[in-house]
Structures are given as structure tokens and as C-alpha cells.
């Protein structure tokens, strides 16, 4: 072979091979994908999520109606719980976010009852009402007894604060059980098992601080 004629047959084969690399490169784009993109989240994650939204909220509501001239421990015990439960808000929303769902369940709880709900039930919420939502999440506060709580003072706001949040946290604490029950593994659980913890902890001191704030 003539040093043209093997220049040539090399400059073809580059050629042969570049080609090959531009159309491994822009295949994706001319030709569609038909394998579906897996969910950023499970339905469960989803309820879970949306409703723990809902419940901490509350607790959050709680915290601001409390009456600021109760006793220094109490009042420190509601802004821990306050600092964690939105960092833990702003956690959860963005999860939603990253998911592409609404941030209210439009069934709450559903996701507590069974162990698939359709997916496409939490992607168009309707609108629900706090009084609906109250009445199936475990350990909310009625209407009637958030205005009790802001309208108590003294010692009278810190025993209603801790019997209130401390039912409060018993149904945040059977909610994370349930998603820790019905989940494999995951961002999700390892949350719900945080919640569970944290919120342990706190009944724990509710319960000292209501013996000890208690007439013998």
C-alpha cells in the first residue's frame, strides 16, 4: 500500500470512528426513551410527607400561642420544638417540591390505612379544611382548645401547652411508626425514625415538667 493510499484508509477510519461517537452522543435526543422514570418518591413518602407537614404546622401554632411569661424551662422546651419541627417543615416541602406534588394530602392519612395508595391521588389536591384534617391525624388540637391555650396564662398556659403537645407528639410519634412500619428503606424513613426519636424524648420531658408543675 502507497503511504497516500494508508493515509487515506487512516483518515477513514478516524472518520468511521468519529461518526460513531456523534451518533452514540445525540441518540438520546432523536430517539425516545421508553423505560419510565422512576418516582422521586413512593405514594407512602408522599401522604407521609404531606401530612406531617399538616401536623407539625400545628405544633408550630402552638408553640406561638403560648404565653411568653410561663415558666423559663417550658418556654425553652417550646422553642426547641419550634427550631426542629420547621427545619423539619422545610425538609418535607422540599421533598414534595423535588417530587412535583402539592404539599396537602387531599386524602389525608390514606397513606396510613393501606399499604399502596394511587399515586395519582396526591398529584391534584382539593381544598381541605384544618377542621377535616384535625379530625383524622392523631393528637391535634381542636379549634376550641388553640384558643384556650392563646387566650391562658401563667400556669395555666404551660400545664394546657404540655397536655396539649404532649398528645400532640404521641400522634406525630404513632404517625412516623406507621411510615417506619410500611417502608423499606430510605431518606424518608430515616426521617420518620428521627421524628420518633426526638419526639420520645421531648414526651419524656413534658411528662417531668407536668409531675413537677403539679400540686402534691
Known sequence: MT??????????????????????????????????????????EIGFAQDMVAHHSQALLMTQRLDSGVDPTVRALAQQISDTQRTEIGMLLGWLRMARVVTINPQPMAWMHTHQPDLTQHQHATATSTAATADLMPGMATQSELDALAAAHGTDAQALFLQLMQRHHVGGIQMAQAADRQLSSGI???????????QSREVGLMMLLTQRNTPS
Open 3 to 44: 503511504r497516500q493510499a494508508w493515509i487515506r484508509s487512516a483518515a477513514l477510519v478516524s472518520l468511521a470512528v468519529l461518526l460513531l461517537a456523534v451518533g452514540a452522543a445525540i441518540r438520546p435526543l432523536l430517539i425516545a426513551d421508553d423505560k419510565p422514570t422512576p418516582p422521586v418518591l413512593t405514594s407512602i
Open 188 to 198: 424518608v424513613k430515616q426521617a420518620a425514625r428521627d421524628m420518633i426519636d426526638t
